[in-house]
DNA sequence: GCATACGGAGTACCA
DNA sequence: ACTGGTACTCCGTATGCG
């Protein structure tokens, strides 16, 4: 029979030698259902030399192993864009692919043996079209359930499912989200001593349920009533945040403390760590939200909190810090407090993952990594993954990821800004500017010319600078894999600007083309990274030498045509604006440096100080576009930052220093009065590597040790809140997290000197009030409240 | 013995 | 575990002054 289905899920089910292919999807009626594919073959390719006879190497393997291979067939492929001829090895057990092809490596007349490292399941959907998160239709035979999973039917696939490219929206899925706390008075809690008290689960028809433990704090019959209500509701998608790194393998430890299986997915089997550091779920979708932080830089400290505020989720009215969790189980008069936050907790998790679901579908279906995965992937995966699904399509061999040594290259230019305030100030953009140059000269690892090599008939692109050569035609690899990912994106746009924004289809599209956009950015990284299967280091050098080649130029002609340029970065030019002059330039440009140009922003206003990245504008609407300063970093404290915003707001919008140094001076006195909130002098930084293999004491790792000695477990990556206290000795020696400090302990000193006046002083220097002007005026002051004080 | 200068370590940003 | 370019603070030692 025949059945429309929408692909949730796929995983390998290895038994002995055997590999089956379980697809779990969700057909037109609604029902989950389980299709198992038994017929999967692995292979690999033998690439041979030159002048190997395909047949003769063909017999040999066949002969030398045949307990191993199960058919060979010589086949015509390319591989880094050359004509090759290749033996497909198909294996007798599909997870010998590794071994087989280490044995056909050693055979004369092959030269080497390639994609034995792609996975049966990303095989298994890349060879046949198909794609996660999409529809497809099958032809299948029921079959009875004698697995035991939990599916309302179970299929055999007769032959391999079609993609249905024209059907867009996904089936309603059932979504559970829950957030999970556990009890400990020293630090993060530890599985084998700390049990879980509270978990709070929401699903998507609103319904809340709550598991706490008994007063012992016996978590067990918590745990076992939670797999059974994901039993009884059967999630198509569970989130959390923080399941990956934590949850998952917490509840797995306590279950076996216990004495049973934390089995909760379709087919009874336990979370297993898998790849890209993602906890699997057979059957079902196990989303983190911390994999989707990375996509908000402007979120500087990573909390579920943090992360649903900046979505606009509201779920809640405040939070409860890790911290207290055990004292506020211990108080009968704040548990309900506990219970609470814990709920709402739930729910920010089931907010943020209801807005962020549709893009990660949609990345899913595009570089066809299973939905669970495509997240926790790394974006370099993300594009790897999306460009061996088109080299399939061409008939490209996936090369193997080599080791290979690490070599810097020039990168972006940036032009010295002209410091000050600038009037009408328009921002030119070259669009997509890496993308465009791999497309316009065909950069691209299969076009790329050796040293030595002669050049051919259809002639070839040099790049400026580094004079590394690609062949003009045909189009390379990534020419047509950029080609194409740029034209889907135009043809979304087109589609969406025919729908409302408020539909379902509108938000489809729309993370659709913004999924498209981010692997067509990334390409470039991706071209530059010594761990990509397709790494030339020509290709990434080439596109930015290029980039340079077309700032400078498009800044000569620019001036050329009387227009000032005041700033640049990588492909923008800031330049004073005139429209009739900004237009030609704009059809000049993209005449001479066949790119495209648009006018972005055009700020009323602009100031720069000397230094390159940092700029503050002011937009026709009245809003402040703040880049590089203090501002926007997440390693000040909250009061420099808001006095430098303040700062800039007056001196971009009234062009009174006075009256900025007036409110610098107000803020100093608040913060001598401690009239300051602790939570606005915690300093963030980032522990990037364990505390013992620091060089140097730095202040964050001093306060990092203090934590990790009252029991907290810190990795690289936490960011570590501190404040400074006041005392003798070097600020590491001074400073503490923020958790335990206490408001009067606080060296405000530190925050004048070290934060505000800085901050404040970063502006208002152009303006002839330095930092030392600043103090002078505000020791004044201080001398003043202090005899108010006596 | 102490203040200052300066390079290195460390972090976070822009594109 | 996608790239390079840049600013800036704090540490730690070298340097210079008295």
């Keep these: 029979m025949k059945l429309t289905f929408w692909l949730l899920d796929i995983n390998p089910k290895v038994d002995g030698g055997k590999v089956e292919l379980w697809l779990w999807g969700i057909t037109e009626s609604g029902d989950r259902v389980l299709l198992v594919e038994r017929n999967f073959v692995a292979y690999f390719y033998a690439i ?21 291979v199960a058919q060979t067939e010589v086949v015509q492929r390319r591989f880094f864009g050359k004509l090759v001829t290749a033996i497909k090895f198909s294996c007798k057990d599909a997870t010998q692919t590794g071994k087989a092809a280490r044995l056909v490596r050693k055979i004369d007349g092959v030269s080497d043996c390639y994609e034995d490292d792609i996975r049966a399941v990303m095989r298994y959907l890349i060879d046949n079209g198909l794609a996660p998160c999409s529809w497809h239709e099958v032809e299948v035979t029921e079959e009875a359930n004698t697995q035991g999973v939990r599916a309302v039917k179970i299929y055999s696939i007769n032959t391999p499912p079609e993609l249905l490219e024209n059907i867009a929206v996904a089936p309603p899925l059932r979504t559970l989200a829950y957030s999970m706390i556990s009890y400990s008075h020293k630090g993060t809690p530890k599985a ?43 999630p198509d998608v569970i989130v959390s945040y923080g399941g990956n790194a934590t949850d998952w393998s917490y509840l797995l430890q306590r279950c076996h403390m216990h004495g049973f299986l934390l089995s ?39 909390t579920l909190s943090n992360f649903a505020k900046k979505l606009g989720v509201t779920a809640g009215q405040g939070t409860v810090d890790d911290v207290v969790f055990a004292d506020y189980w211990d108080s009968d008069a704040k548990r309900g407090e506990l219970l609470m936050f814990s709920l709402d907790s739930a729910h920010r998790v089931y907010g943020v993952a209801s807005l962020l679901l549709d893009f990660a579908i949609e990345l899913s279906a595009l570089t066809s990594l299973p939905l669970d995965q495509v997240m926790s992937a790394a974006t370099g995966f993300r594009v790897e993954w999306y460009l061996i699904k088109r080299a399939q399509k061409i008939g490209e061999i996936v090369p193997r990821r080599v080791e290979q040594t690490y070599m810097t290259y020039t990168g972006g230019l940036v032009l010295s800004p002209k410091p000050g305030l600038h009037e009408n100030i328009a921002v030119l953009d070259f669009k997509s500017m890496y993308p ?56 979304i746009r087109k589609k969406m600007k025919l729908l409302t924004p408020k539909t379902v289809e509108y938000q489809v599209l729309d993370a659709r083309q913004k999924a498209v956009k981010i692997l067509t950015n990334a390409a470039y990284g991706y071209a530059g990274w010594v761990g990509a299967r397709w790494y030339i280091k020509p290709v990434a050098e080439a596109a930015s030498a290029w980039g340079r080649h077309i700032i400078l130029a498009a800044s000569q002609m620019a001036q050329k045509a009387g227009v000032a340029v005041i700033y640049g970065d990588t492909d923008s030019l800031f330049i004073e604006y005139d429209k ?19 006018i972005g922003e055009v700020y009323v206003r602009v100031f720069f100080t000397e230094a390159k990245k940092r700029y503050a504008g002011l937009r026709k609407d009245g809003s402040l576009d703040i880049v590089g300063l203090e501002v926007i970093r997440g390693d000040w404290a909250e009061v420099a930052k808001h006095v430098q915003e303040h700062v800039l707001e007056i001196i971009l919008k009234e062009q009174s220093p006075e009256k900025a140094l007036e409110y610098v001076r107000s803020i100093v006195i608040d913060l001598r009065k401690r009239r300051v909130p602790l939570e606005d002098l915690v300093i963030w930084k980032t522990l990037m590597k364990a505390p013992e293999d620091y060089a140097v004491r730095a202040p964050h790792v001093e306060a990092a040790k203090t934590l990790i000695s009252r029991g907290w477990h810190l990795s690289t990556g936490d960011k570590v809140g501190y404040v400074v206290l006041a005392g003798k000795g070097p600020l590491y020696a001074r400073v503490t997290p923020y958790v335990y400090a206490k408001g009067d302990q606080i060296d405000i000193e530190y925050y004048v000197s070290n934060q505000v006046l800085p901050a404040a002083a970063r502006i208002l220097a152009y303006f002839d009030i330095n930092e030392k002007e600043l103090a002078r005026t505000t020791k004044e002051e201080k001398t003043r409240s202090l005899t108010d004080y006596f």
Aim: glycine content about 6%; cysteine-free; proline content about 5%.
């Design 436 to 491: 465009n140059i791999m497309i316009t000269y065909n950069l691209s690892p299969d076009t790329y010319i050796q040293p030595g090599d002669p050049e051919p008939a259809e002639g070839i692109n040099v790049a400026p600078e580094v004079g590394y050569r690609f062949r003009k035609a045909p189009a390379g690899f990534f020419q047509e894999a950029l080609t194409y990912l740029i034209d889907v994106r135009g043809d």
């Design 580 to 598: 009739a002059k900004a237009d030609q330039l704009q059809a000049d440009v993209k005449r001479e440096l066949k790119l495209d140009v648009e």
């Design 264 to 302: 909760l997915d379709r087919a009874g089997f336990e979370p297993h760590s898998s790849v890209y550091g993602h906890v699997s779920l057979t059957g079902i979708v196990n989303l983190d939200l911390v994999n989707f932080e990375a996509m908000f830089p402007e979120v500087k400290v990573k």
């Design 192 to 234: 084998d001593r700390n049990p879980v008290v509270m978990l709070s689960a929401v699903t998507g028809d609103g319904v809340e349920k709550q598991f706490i433990a008994g007063q012992d704090r016996d978590d067990k019959r918590l745990i076992q009533a939670f797999i059974a209500y994901v039993r009884e509701y059967d």
């Design 48 to 68: 041979l030399h030159g002048a190997a006879d395909a047949t003769l190497v063909s017999q040999k393997i066949m002969l030398r192993h045949s307990n191993l």
